[in-house]
């Protein structure tokens, strides 16, 4: 004789069948991540600054093998032909230039704004019209030259109540006149299923989610912050940054961490594999969003000096005596902020002394090397 439960916990169903020669536990866990969104201060101000602007596009770390890869794209099946020149110095200058802008322009970062506010604005109240009709009518300004979010669009409601349409009805009408390419009036699958959304997400497709989440909504929208926000703490429970660096969206994956205090793991992530000159640059970014690093003075004029170094896509294999006494610098730094500010003092201050005693091997043979050559 079997047993049927369904029972239910904290996530999803769970289904438990017992009988007497055989016991099936099929468990199927779904994300308990709770969103959360821009609707406090708003952090437009300071991700706009110029400051956190250069310290985000540092973070994103270009790697241009990563930013110029080969992409699928539906609108255009086959690759293009590649082009071989000779070029002068010059010339070859000026293409690099051209590849830069062409970097810049594809590490665009989506705006980080404070969720905008219900629109509640009743223009008239005509008591004429009154029963008039079961109907709300609609009066849309379809004017070429337009921006869609400054276009005049109203409605008038059964009760002769003349108002301001609200965001949702402005963006599907201005999607049916005057529609975007890849956007959708009917919200996608994938944003409106959980499930679908939590299936992309295991699967590590962080990416594609962040690019149609920006394709579907503007992001002051509810649901945009509400999506992005479940992709970031999914990326930062499974310390998967990697999977967005050299990509638009990592520079909001760290502004969304440091904004709400939980830039820890991504600093154990940094630490971990090296990049003390990039931990370095995300207390800077702390203490510019939050001012609450008791060496945050310091960990801004080391910023500035790692700022001027180029970026490191790879471990060095030698090493100078300026780089030497920069990464003690930040060493030093890092000791102090897991000190007084870290809440994973334990994880990083394993993971700063391993690192500590490996730099300390490459110092002795970066000098060893220059005494062999006779160059130190």
Known sequence: MSLLKLLKNNTRNVLIKCNESQLIF?????????????????????????????????????DYAKVFRKRSNSNAPMLETPQYKFLTD????????????SADRLLQMPPVVKVHEPINDVLSKDPALVGFDSAKYLFTDISFGVANEHRLIVERDPDGILRSCDHDVRKRLNQIYFPMLGRKIREPLIFAD?????????????????DR??????????????????????????????????????????????????????MFELVQTGAIREAVLL?????????????????????KQVLTTPVQLSKSEYLTEED???????????????VNNSTMKSQQGLALQGFREYYQQMVELSRGLKKAHGTA
Not at 324 to 338: G, P, T, V
Request: charged residues 25%; proline residues 4%; negative net charge.
């Open 283 to 303: 207390m800077s970014l702390r203490h510019a969003v939050h001012g609450d690093l008791k060496n945050g003075a310091d960990s801004d004029a080391l910023g």
């Open 26 to 62: 099929i468990s199927s866990r779904k994300l308990s991540i709770v969103p959360s969104s821009y609707d406090g201060e708003n952090p437009a101000p300071k991700f706009f600054s110029s400051g956190i602007q250069i310290l985000l596009k540092r973070l994103t770390r270009p």
């Open 324 to 338: 030497i006494q920069l990464d003690n610098k930040c060493i030093e730094c890092l000791d102090a902020y897991i």
């Open 194 to 210: 959980d499930e679908k959304l939590h299936s992309l997400l295991d699967r590590q497709k962080y990416e594609y989610v962040l």
């Open 90 to 101: 010059e010339e070859l200058q000026i293409e690099k230039e051209k590849a830069n802008q």
């Open 213 to 266: 989440a920006c394709v579907q909504y503007e992001p002051d929208e509810p649901k945009f912050q509400k999506v992005t926000s479940i992709t970031y703490q999914h990326i930062d429970t499974n310390m998967q940054y990697d999977l967005l660096r050299s990509t638009r969206h990592f520079g909001p994956l760290a502004f969304y961490l440091t904004w709400h205090k939980c830039m820890d793991s991504l």
